[in-house]
């Protein structure tokens, strides 16, 4: 069985559905479960489209493919519910109002706002841990706080902290375009939106960090 998780979309849609077909060509038919790490819409170009592919796959395969959510999905939810609309206009929620072709958060399509708000901030594995922001360090894995999963840098990033499962994350985008690869920790979002590429671990049964690393520009 492989698991590919999937780093920060940011409304890179096109990124997403090269990056699903080199997945395809690489499984070469074998099992697979996907993970998406969140923060699938904001500042890229076309998050209605993202959002609308990740609820395909997942609709078609519910047992297979986990959807988690990302700061800027709590943004959208907030926003919707009449709060901190500033915060999400500062952090690219024009772009997916525009995407969506609405002009008020209140206008986003009820299914999809719902389909957000059910997303999971935590999903586990025998190996592994998956979150979009970071996990604190003080805390057993699931104890963290649905704020700390969404918005978490440190002391998570610089702490080495082994949590027990090697933990799978995006959030902070690296400089270089590279996943950042640590003993217990491996960082996903390679800054697609921000002209890096779109970045997929691969992970297996029998060790934590990846086994392979996809990447489309």
């Not at 074998?30 to 699938?40: H, I, M, N, S």
């Not at 493919?65 to 709590?74: K, P, S």
Request: some cysteine; charged content about 25%; overall charge negative.
């Amino acid at each position: 069985m492989l698991t590919y998780a999937i780093g920060d979309v940011h409304g890179r849609a096109d990124l997403l559905e090269r990056l699903l077909a080199r997945i395809e060509a690489h499984r070469a038919g074998r099992a697979r479960r996907l993970v998406f790490l969140g923060d699938a819409i904001d500042r890229g170009p076309d998050s209605a489209r993202a959002v609308a592919i990740l609820r395909e796959i997942q609709a078609r395969e519910p047992s297979s493919v986990t959807c988690l959510l990302g700061n800027h999905e709590a943004m959208l939810l907030d926003a919707v519910a009449g709060s901190n609309l500033d915060l999400w206009a500062l952090n690219g929620g024009g772009t997916t109002l525009a995407s969506f072709g609405v002009a008020h958060p209140d206008e986003l399509p009820r299914e999809v706002v719902a389909w957000i708000a059910a997303l999971p901030t935590l999903h586990g594995d025998a190996r592994r841990w998956y979150v979009h922001g970071g996990l604190d360090p003080a805390m057993r894995a699931h104890d963290s706080d649905r704020a700390t999963r969404l918005w978490m840098r440190e002391p998570f990033l610089s702490a080495g902290h082994d949590f027990g499962r090697h933990v799978v994350h995006g959030h902070t985008p690296t400089r270089d375009g590279l996943p950042e690869l640590k003993a217990h920790r491996t960082n996903l979002d390679t800054g697609a939106v921000f002209g890096g590429p779109l970045t997929a671990g691969v992970f297996d049964d029998r060790q934590g960090p990846p086994v392979d690393i996809l990447t489309v520009r």
